[in-house]
């Protein structure tokens, strides 16, 4: 219900390309936001889809985040297809990372959040020259994930397991170079979001991109969107509703868009 009314103020509020005065925003909208073509790699992913829709395994799921909205989705035991069918981000908005990453070319791009690896395969897809780090808490999920990477020959993922309380913070520490992406599904709630946002931020550079999924999932995650585009370092934001985009472009006037996707 939450997310249904959510939506509906959004329909009201958002625009389109029409009257949209900011250049930057302007050409990423109409170029890689709302871009319709096809590109190569979506067929392999999809490919890869599909499999797992069909696997009947079923895995003991560790969820340190804010578990599932979805009827009969949670429980300590999920098959493999219901974890593919309601968990996986739909190709839809798994290729939108993929157009932003063939769009802004980052170096280094961290997950935080891999599940079975379909969304983590857009990324590291888009630009076969960089680095893809991707956080999962779960186990088992993290075992059908890395089957994910060998049968698309990923060879630019590294996949880091366990609670992302400790290993995100263990592996900024170890990282010598600025992060350019981060896409941000790792902990619906409130103050982690915040928490990781921060910490990433830290080794973020003028020209990094941050990606927040699910800001209008719950009244708790738009509550840390609100924080989010309120920040100081946080120049532009582009809420799309399924997602948000952040930019810290400091040559850019300070501006938050809603645009229909």
């Known amino acids: 219900m939450h ?3 959510a939506y509906l103020k959004f329909r009201l509020r958002a625009g389109t390309a029409h009257g949209l005065h900011s250049p930057f925003v302007y050409g990423l909208y109409t170029t890689v936001v709302i871009h319709d073509g096809e590109f190569g790699a979506y067929a392999r992913v999809e490919a890869r889809r599909q499999a797992l829709l069909a696997d009947e395994r079923v895995l003991a799921v560790a969820d340190f985040g804010a578990g599932s909205q979805v009827a009969g989705a949670g429980g300590a035991r999920r ?3 219901a974890i593919a069918r309601h968990a996986a981000k739909p190709p839809r908005l798994a290729q939108l990372l993929f157009r932003l ?3 802004f070319r980052p170096a280094v791009t961290l997950e935080l959040g891999t599940s079975l690896g379909l969304s983590t395969a857009y990324l590291a897809l888009a630009d076969s020259r960089q680095r893809v780090i991707s956080f999962e808490g779960c ?3 993290a075992v059908v994930a890395r089957e994910t990477f ?3 020959d990923l060879g630019n993922v590294e996949l880091v397991e366990g609670n992302l309380d400790d290993t995100l913070p263990a592996v900024l520490a170890q990282l010598d170079v600025p992060l350019d992406f981060v896409f ?4 619906h709630r ?3 979001t915040l928490r990781y946002f921060e910490q990433c931020l830290a080794k973020a550079h003028a020209e990094s991109v941050f990606v927040v999924d699910d800001i209008h999932w719950s009244a708790e995650m738009e509550r840390a969107w609100a924080a989010i585009q ?3 370092a946080v120049v532009v934001t582009v809420d799309l509703f399924y997602v948000g985009l952040v930019f810290f472009r400091p040559q850019q006037p300070r501006q938050h868009f809603r645009l229909r996707y």
């Open 184 to 187: 941000f599904d790792g902990n």
């Open 150 to 152: 060998r049968e698309l």
């Open 139 to 141: 186990p088992a999920t």
């Open 230 to 232: 309120a920040h100081p």
């Open 3 to 5: 997310q249904l009314l």
């Open 190 to 192: 409130y103050e982690p």
């Open 79 to 81: 098959a493999v297809r």
């Open 101 to 103: 990453v063939n769009h």
